[in-house]
């Protein structure tokens, strides 16, 4: 399989990303925090295999203030209950389900740990980042999108 990207949306038809950005502003002006935003983005870039938007949300992490060491295990974060909140779990759980939503849905069970750590705007706000993610991911491994030049 060759790796080459294989197209460049925004340079095919500059209008297409507009909607996300808008979203992304959307949903960057909410309450969740840069910091829990970019868990959420990087555990669905795991699971989807997005390497692009790995290594683009694993430096906001970083700039965010997310210790390595939570961004490191945060593929196994349910063999880490110590490492992130409550609140955390819950997005990242949701964030898991909602990915791979095909693989029956959200539980109510879930939907209620969800219920305890967020008002019902953020939960809002979170359904939209993990929505938007996956639609990001989903371009960036179609079209093979190359990784940026590494920087020292």
């Known amino acids: ?23 992304e502003k959307y ?19 795991q699971i989807n295999g997005c390497a692009y938007c790995l290594d683009m949300h694993g430096r906001e992490a ?15 974060w349910e063999e880490a209950p110590n490492v992130y909140s409550e609140r ?8 898991e389900a909602v990915t791979l939503i095909g693989n029956g849905g959200v539980s109510d069970s879930l939907w209620g740990q969800v219920r305890k750590s967020f008002e019902e705007r953020e939960i ?20 093979h999108q190359s990784l940026p030049a590494q920087t020292a």
């Open 1 to 23: 399989m060759s790796f080459e990207q294989r197209l460049s949306v925004p340079d095919v038809d500059p209008e297409a990303y507009k909607p996300m950005i808008a979203l």
């Open 27 to 45: 949903i960057h002006a909410g309450s969740l925090g840069e910091a829990l935003l970019a868990l959420v983005k990087i555990r669905a870039s």
């Open 62 to 76: 970083r700039a965010a203030g997310i210790d390595q060491r939570r961004l490191d295990v945060l593929a196994g």
């Open 88 to 95: 955390e779990r819950a997005a990242i759980a949701l964030t």
């Open 124 to 143: 809002v706000q979170l359904l939209m980042a993990i929505a938007a993610i996956n639609v990001w991911n989903r371009l960036a491994v179609s079209t």
